[in-house]
């Protein structure tokens, strides 16, 4: 479950986002039929399967050809498919700059509530995929905010309890440090995870309307003072030791940094609610005794920041959009309203360790009565509450800046620009 930029995570089947993998898709020729849906996705995407099944079994006259992609390929194939005339009725996205760039292409047709009930979705979520006020896809998969995981047997050891402050956080990295064990593991490696720093100190420090004039085009927003302090306090962390002398070296498809997580090496780890299915996969008897999670510090005190503390960034949601140029509009917004987060797949999701992103669930959480069901809960509550929910920035900006955004984050962490270089680095790659 993660953002397609190049990165795929293993994760449980129902609640993945991506998988590895180099080999191309299996099935029937791509792109818009006359009889019958095409539909492009996701490899794993075991629940979005389902949910096409029982559509096929209800319209036998017009089935949905689902075809599953490998990560890496994906995106590519699909700018290919849009620009031969030969792309998909529905196909998966993740929202943001990218999607934009379809609807400003007149590729994409966008949705009512009266076509697919929109109102059931949470609202923060589905801005991930609103533009100039219209809603161009539906959410289709589980909410992946991102949240402070920690070792509950390590934080104990060292006399340290979940940071709810930035100084709490700093203060945590130094006993930790002192007790010989890491901070917080980090797969810098892969740079995406390093940029989950640069998101929640961004907001915290300038709120969320910063990134949001990023997002709509002005590159002057990087120069903006909050986007400078935010990379200063992740150079203040890196220097004090919070991931340890080897970061740079771990990479997250191999689990390494989850490993040193619930192998009691690292105290602390910032990653997705993806995380999660990952743990109880590698380390069930950790995840029930040991395993605890908070969101991300607040900047409180002295120390400013002009931020929401319950805003939160990560993976609103996948979406599934419409092609403007299918000859099914009718057959597909019947599957987005009627088999897209229905009560079958609502209950998938569920019994998966997976929130769905749809309102009014208070009464399902209740009935829950797997192990999962404080981590449900936690999730959903965080989501419900939140401002706002920042998509994540390689997805959030054009398709064009999210190599620079990472090579940058990653200079950053490692000291090789200033903190104010960040932002003007940046706003050069965004003009």
């Not at 909410?143 to 402070?148: G, R, Y």
């Not at 969320?208 to 590159?219: K, L, M, N, Q, T």
């Not at 969101?295 to 002295?302: I, Q, V």
Request: proline content about 5%; overall charge neutral; hydrophobic content about 40%.
């Amino acid at each position: 479950m993660r953002r397609g930029t190049g990165v795929a995570i293993a994760v449980a089947a129902a609640m993945s986002l991506a998988a590895c993998g180099t080999s191309g898709p299996a099935g029937s020729s791509s792109g818009a039929s006359s009889k019958g849906l095409t539909m492009w996705a996701l490899n794993d995407q075991t629940i979005l399967k389902e949910s096409v099944d029982a559509y096929n079994k209800d319209h036998p006259d017009q089935k949905i050809t689902l075809r599953l992609f490998a990560n890496d390929d994906y995106k590519q194939k699909l700018r290919v498919a849009f620009g031969a005339n030969q792309a998909p009725d529905l196909f998966f996205s993740w929202g943001g700059g990218a999607l934009d760039d379809y609807v400003k292409a007149g590729k994409v047709d966008a949705v009512t509530d009266a076509q697919v009930n929109l109102l059931r979705f949470t609202p923060s979520v589905l801005k991930s995929a609103t533009f100039d006020g219209q809603t161009y896809g539906v959410p289709a998969n589980g909410l992946a905010p991102v949240v402070l995981y920690y070792n509950k047997k390590v934080l104990k050891a060292a006399g340290v309890e979940p940071p709810k402050t930035y100084d709490d956080l700093l203060a945590a990295v130094r006993k930790l440090k002192g007790d010989g064990v890491t901070p917080i593991s980090l797969a810098a490696n892969s740079k995406w995870p390093t940029l989950m720093y640069l998101e929640y100190l961004l907001d915290r420090e300038g709120g969320s309307e910063v990134f949001d004039r990023i997002a709509s085009g002005d590159p002057s927003g990087w120069k903006d003072p909050a986007v400078t302090a935010a990379a200063t306090r992740l150079q203040e962390l890196a220097k004090a030791g919070a991931f340890g002398d080897n970061a740079s070296s771990v990479n997250y498809d191999q689990g390494a940094s989850t490993a040193l997580l619930y192998t009691g090496k690292a105290g602390m780890e910032l990653m997705g609610t993806w995380e999660y299915a990952n743990l109880v996969k590698a380390a069930p008897d950790f995840v029930k005794k040991d395993l605890g999670y908070v969101a991300f510090p607040s900047l409180s005190g002295g120390e400013g920041g002009k931020g929401d503390p319950k805003d939160i960034v990560g993976n609103p949601s996948n979406f599934l959009s419409l092609n403007a140029s299918s000859r099914n509009k009718s057959a597909a917004l019947t599957y987005l309203k009627d088999y897209v987060m229905n009560g079958d797949q609502v209950d998938a999701y569920l019994a998966s360790g997976s929130v769905p992103p749809v309102n009014g669930l208070d009464a399902k959480l209740a009935a829950v009565k797997s192990d999962d069901k404080a981590w449900l809960a936690f999730v959903y509550k965080l989501v419900q509450d939140s401002p706002n929910f920042q998509l994540s920035w390689d997805q959030a900006l054009p398709s064009d800046q999210a190599d620079p955004l990472l090579t940058n984050v990653d200079k950053s962490f490692l000291r090789q620009i200033k903190p104010e270089e960040f932002g003007a680095n940046m706003s050069k790659a965004a003009q």
